[in-house]
Structure formats: structure tokens, C-alpha cells
């Protein structure tokens, strides 16, 4: 059974940091270009970052740059996404996705095979 089950979300203050994970179970993440998308509250999904097989492309949104940082670790079937400098406006739901394909980084969400179940991420003082 294939399952991406996402952890690490949770309240934080403004200015602090959160580590989001994605375990994979059921595929093989080598072979798949990871995501991370959010959904604000009446807002559409956005992609927030992404990164190829090898690690050798990446992508942030603008608004996350130089404070997101996407990483894999393929030998434990894990994504990250370490998230610092966290502002109100990046209070939502975000989920990790993972796209079979090249090494080459999707930034369409409909190039995405397996999706988390999202994990709530809220900045608030």
C-alpha cells in the first residue's frame, strides 16, 4: 500500500521554526521528485518548494526564500522541509508530494502521483 504520511506541523510564534517530514512507504523515493504545496485558508494551493532526484534542482517560492529549505534523505524514504523565520503568512495546511519522472523539479501540482494528508502549520503569538 502506497502511504506518504507527513508529520511536524504544530503552533510556532512568530520568528520561530518548524521541520516538516514525509515518510514514504509502499514506493521507492529515489526515482521521484519531491513537492511541498500549502493551502491557506480560502486560498488555493500553492507551490511552496520542490527538488529533483539527485538534488541537483531545486525551487522556492518567493516569499519562502532564504528561509524554506528542502532536502531528502532517499536511504530513509524522507523529505524535510525546515522552515525558519516563520511569519503569519505562512500559517497553513502544506503537504509533500512526489512526482515519478527525470531529474527535474515539478512545480504543477497535476504532475504529482502520491500526496500526504497535510499537516496544519500555524504562526500566531
Known amino acids: 500500500q502506497v502511504q506518504f504520511v507527513e508529520s511536524g506541523g504544530g503552533l510556532v510564534q512568530p520568528g520561530g521554526s518548524l521541520r516538516l517530514s514525509c515518510v514514504a512507504s509502499g514506493f521507492t523515493l529515489d526515482y521521484y521528485a519531491i513537492g511541498w504545496f500549502r493551502q491557506a485558508p480560502g486560498k488555493g494551493r500553492e507551490g511552496v518548494s520542490c527538488?529533483?532526484?539527485?538534488?541537483?534542482?531545486?525551487y522556492y517560492t518567493d516569499s519562502v526564500k532564504g528561509r524554506f529549505t528542502i532536502s531528502r534523505d532517499n536511504a530513509k524514504n524522507t523529505v524535510y522541509l525546515q522552515m525558519t523565520s516563520l511569519k503569519p503568512e505562512d500559517t497553513a495546511v502544506y503537504y509533500c508530494a512526489a512526482a515519478a519522472g527525470g531529474d527535474v523539479c515539478y512545480r504543477g501540482m497535476h504532475e504529482y502521483d502520491y500526496w500526504g494528508q497535510g499537516t496544519q502549520v500555524t504562526v500566531s503569538s
Open positions: 527538488i529533483s532526484t539527485s538534488e541537483s534542482s531545486t
